[in-house]
């Protein structure tokens, strides 16, 4: 069966440093993957998308992921830490079964201490 | 554009009360879906349509019902409402389907059954 395993449900780190949201994937065909973030009281928004192009995946606010079909990770990562990227973050991948179906991760909670 | 548009924002309701959940959106999207999210957990699939007038069943179905008369309305119907309900639930729309194109999210809605 298709899952998505976001490895960490809170991650805290401080402004101005790196962050790595953890996200794995099984899967029995070659997904499309997204992150979308929701900000606090608002709806998801996409950051970026794999579908098959480009491994390293730039998105908007200065994201970007990187596909590893042999690990089966699609991990976020931005360089330097800014308090509006307060939010959570989900890793979503497609579904092998149906078309109109994506398989959400659970969630992480990123935190930017000052 | 308003993008997509939902009301209302919060609601509480009784055991066995019915209601509507409405969406809509101003982009001419073929696409539109329901979503509930729970506490700690993903989005899961409740209903999506392709077009006005087709509708389909997603991942957790029970206990709702859609339907599609034009292409910028998408409401969601709740019967006989019960505690399991109680969530948010988020309408989205895409231009075409998710292997391609991006989601568009509303800001959605908390419901709570008591």
């Known amino acids: 069966a298709q899952s998505v395993t976001q490895l960490d449900s809170h991650v805290s780190v401080s402004e101005g440093t790196p962050v790595l949201l953890r996200c794995n994937y099984s899967?029995?065909?070659?997904?499309?993957l997204f992150w979308y973030v929701q900000h606090p009281n608002k709806g998801l928004q996409l950051l970026l998308k794999?579908?098959?192009?480009a491994t390293l995946v730039k998105g908007i606010n200065g994201f970007e992921a990187e596909f590893k079909k042999s690990e089966t990770s699609f991990h976020l990562t931005k360089p330097s830490a800014h308090m509006s990227d307060a939010a959570e973050y989900f890793c979503?991948?497609?579904?092998?079964?149906?078309?109109?179906?994506?398989?959400w991760g659970a969630g992480t909670k990123l935190i930017i201490k000052p | 554009n308003a993008g997509v548009t939902q009301t209302p924002k919060f609601r509480i309701l009784k055991i066995g009360q019915s209601m509507t959940l409405q969406c809509a959106q101003d982009?001419?999207?073929?696409?539109m879906y329901w979503y509930r999210q729970d506490p700690g957990m993903g989005l899961k699939l409740i209903y999506y349509?392709?077009?006005?007038?087709?509708?389909d069943k997603g991942e957790v179905p029970n206990g709702y019902n859609v339907s599609r008369s034009t292409t910028e309305d998408f409401p969601l119907r709740l019967e006989l409402a019960a505690p399991s309900q109680t969530s948010v639930y988020f309408c989205?729309?895409?231009?075409?389907?998710?292997?391609?194109?991006?989601?568009?999210f509303g800001p959605g809605t908390r419901l709570t059954v008591l």
């Open positions: 989205a729309s895409s231009p075409g389907d998710w292997h391609t194109d991006t989601q568009y």
């Open positions: 982009m001419n999207h073929n696409y």
């Open positions: 349509s392709v077009g006005a007038g087709i509708t």
């Open positions: 899967s029995s065909y070659s997904p499309s």
């Open positions: 794999y579908t098959s192009a």
């Open positions: 979503v991948v497609t579904s092998a079964w149906s078309l109109y179906q994506l398989i």
